[in-house]
């Protein structure tokens, strides 16, 4: 199901990241078990810091994602997803070994101008599909961006 021009015309970033975090996990068990380069990771008791850089509590669990930001252009989220799950379904034996110690799943990020009933983020059943072979969870941060900010910043 492709997206109209009218609801393309209103998102403006779209990213999808999977993540794989337990409190014994270490990044580089998961790099070896998986032979994929995490985009970001942490292991407990890292250092942690915000985006001002200031000092916060250290990682209470060990993390391991990817993510498709920068690594795939398009406003729809069913492109995001296949892309990951190009990468991760081949290793599907590892990934749900590795979660009987912790928690998996993908954090969709998805901002527009227009949020009303029916214009959030669609989610084919390939991709839908993809995610139950993983037994993963999803969880969404849904943004609206306001078009008059948005023209301040240009």
């Given at each position: 199901?492709?997206?109209?021009?009218?609801?393309?015309?209103?998102?403006?970033?779209?990213?999808?990241?999977?993540?794989?975090?337990?409190?014994?996990?270490?990044?580089?068990?998961?790099?070896n078990a998986l032979g994929l380069q995490p985009d970001h990771s942490a292991a407990c008791?890292?250092?942690?810091?915000?985006?001002?850089g200031a000092l916060l509590a250290p990682?209470?669990?060990?993390?391991w994602r990817l993510d498709t930001d920068d690594k795939v252009k398009s406003k729809?989220?069913?492109?995001?997803?296949?892309y990951l799950l190009s990468i991760l379904l081949p290793h599907r034996d590892a990934i749900l070994k590795l979660s009987q110690?912790?928690?998996?799943y993908f954090d969709i990020l998805w901002q527009s101008t227009y949020i009303y009933a029916g214009t959030g983020p669609i989610i084919d059943r390939d991709?839908?599909?993809?995610?139950?072979?993983?037994q993963a969870s999803m969880g969404f941060d849904i943004y609206?961006?306001?078009?008059?900010?948005?023209?301040?910043?240009?």
């Open positions: 199901m492709g997206l109209s021009d009218l609801h393309l015309s209103h998102i403006r970033k779209v990213a999808v990241g999977f993540i794989i975090s337990g409190k014994n996990l270490t990044p580089q068990e998961i790099t008791g890292d250092e942690r810091r915000n985006l001002e990682h209470d669990n060990g993390f729809d989220i069913n492109d995001h997803f296949r110690e912790g928690d998996i991709c839908l599909q993809g995610v139950s072979q993983l609206q961006i306001d078009e008059e900010e948005e023209k301040c910043q240009s």
